[in-house]
């Protein structure tokens, strides 16, 4: 039995914290109904069946994390290089790679590279007390980077809200860049949806102040997506000056709780727009460095990004007890405060406070840019399973399934074998990019 829980732990790549499932599978021929497969756990050491966590943090399971940022490459790559039901030619469409950032909601210490943080007014104080200024130098290592100058003056609530409104700010930036598209080509707006279809895929990336800002790589198709080139008067230039008219333009009012006033939402004045390039193109951003930049933030856990936690925090004690900068403490306890009005109910603000009150996927992307995490999912499960290789069909089967949940993780000594497994398996695949990359025609 030992020996099929060793073969249980391979199978899920060393998973820090996999699922422990009890049950069975049956497959049957559909005319005839004889069986054709059977699997049970009673056979199994503790008749359970182990299964990945796909947690996506590489602090939480790294094996799981690598596996995530695998599909994902997987998936951002083949919105602009073609691949997994994308056809090639979409790396001849428009494409950027677009950053959009928070609007200041107080002065805060930055990375000054060698000069003082903020020397302007520094001798002046604020209503507070505080400096309005700042003499030191701090590099990116300095914990006071991101902090803000005087936390009576920052704008908690500005910042909370605009993370739990962060969507709708995508949403209208997305219309408006079809509203400047249309008015640049002389189209009306039906007009152009009938002519052009915009795609993308983005991240969330928490900066050092923790405000989030969005990267996002957006492709330009015809109407009916990657499989219709766009118009030739859409080129990459033209997008990008819409992006930046478009972005600028977007403005949200919220009309929340009274004792909050009127806040406008839109998006900060730093704005990045750089074109995309394949592998044989001089200019811009490569392909392959964008989705593997993406790839990699996506498994960053909330220490890593300033983010809060990993987890939900159920009340005020688990903040004040949460290992975070007073910074992030105090937008986590904005949150927490908020999220009680009965006007911001619909925000759900307590159940993101772990989040700082951001209710999004960190990555997200439009229905036609590429394939999907469970499209991948399934094809690397039908290929472990040898049935692309045999060519194997589940066509003319029933298949009936019974599994319950019965926990989860591993035992102390469970889990160093598991890691250990873990870091083998990651060897090895070192070792095979090595030698790939050593073949004639192979990329370093």
């Known amino acids: 039995m030992f020996d099929g829980w060793l073969a249980q732990v391979t199978a899920t790549g060393g998973c820090a914290h996999p699922i ?12 005839s109904g004889e069986l054709l497969h059977h699997y049970d756990t009673s056979e199994e050491l503790g008749e359970r069946l182990l299964v990945r966590c796909r947690n996506r943090r590489d602090s939480v399971c790294p094996p799981c994390s690598r596996l995530h940022a695998g599909d994902t490459f997987h998936l951002v790559s083949a919105g602009l290089l073609g691949g997994k039901s994308v056809p090639e030619d979409v790396r001849d469409h428009p494409r950027l790679f677009i950053t959009l950032t928070a609007p200041g909601f107080g002065p805060v210490h930055r990375v000054s ?28 290592a300095d914990s006071a980077v991101g902090q803000p100058l005087c936390r009576d003056c920052y704008d908690y609530p500005a910042h909370v809200l605009w993370h739990a409104n962060a969507g709708r700010l995508w949403k ?26 915009l795609s993308y895929a983005k991240v969330a990336e928490y900066q050092r102040r923790a405000a989030v800002h969005v990267h996002a790589v957006l492709r330009v198709d015809g109407p009916s997506g990657p499989d219709d080139p766009p118009p030739l008067w859409l080129s990459a230039g033209a997008l990008r000056e819409c992006v930046v008219s478009a972005a600028a333009a977007v403005r949200l009012k919220t009309d929340f709780a009274p004792a909050l006033g009127e806040h406008q939402l839109r998006w900060g004045s730093q704005l990045d727009v750089r074109p995309l390039r394949s592998f044989d193109t001089a200019d811009g951003l490569t392909d392959d460095a964008v989705a593997a930049y993406v790839a990699k933030y996506v498994t960053k856990g909330a220490a890593e990004t300033h983010a809060g936690l990993d987890h939900r925090v159920t009340s005020r004690e688990d903040i004040l007890c949460a290992s975070v900068s007073p910074h992030v403490r ?25 989040s700082l009150g951001y209710r999004g996927h960190i990555l997200t992307k439009s229905r036609a840019y590429s394939t999907t995490y469970a499209a991948l999912r399934e094809e690397r499960a039908r290929h472990q399973q040898g049935v692309l290789d045999s060519g194997d069909s589940d066509e003319g089967t029933v298949t009936d399934s019974s599994w319950r949940y019965v926990g989860s993780g591993h035992s102390p000594g469970a889990a160093l074998i598991a890691a250990g497994i873990a870091a083998d398996l990651q060897q090895n695949r070192e070792v095979a990019r090595e030698a790939a990359a050593d073949e004639p ?3 370093r």
């Open 330 to 354: 105090l937008l986590m306890s904005t949150c927490w405060r908020l999220g009680g009005l009965p006007e911001l109910s619909e925000l759900r603000l307590r159940a993101w406070t772990h």
């Open 441 to 443: 025609g192979g990329r």
């Open 172 to 197: 209208a930036f997305t219309d408006n860049l079809y509203n400047h598209l249309a008015a640049r080509s002389g189209r009306t707006r039906s007009g152009l949806r009938r002519a052009v279809r």
């Open 20 to 31: 422990h499932l009890t049950g069975s599978t049956s497959t049957r021929d559909a005319s």
């Open 113 to 140: 590279d060698g000069r003082p943080c903020r020397p302007w007014r520094a001798t002046a104080l604020c209503e507070h007390g505080r400096a309005r200024g700042c003499l030191d130098v701090h590099d990116s």
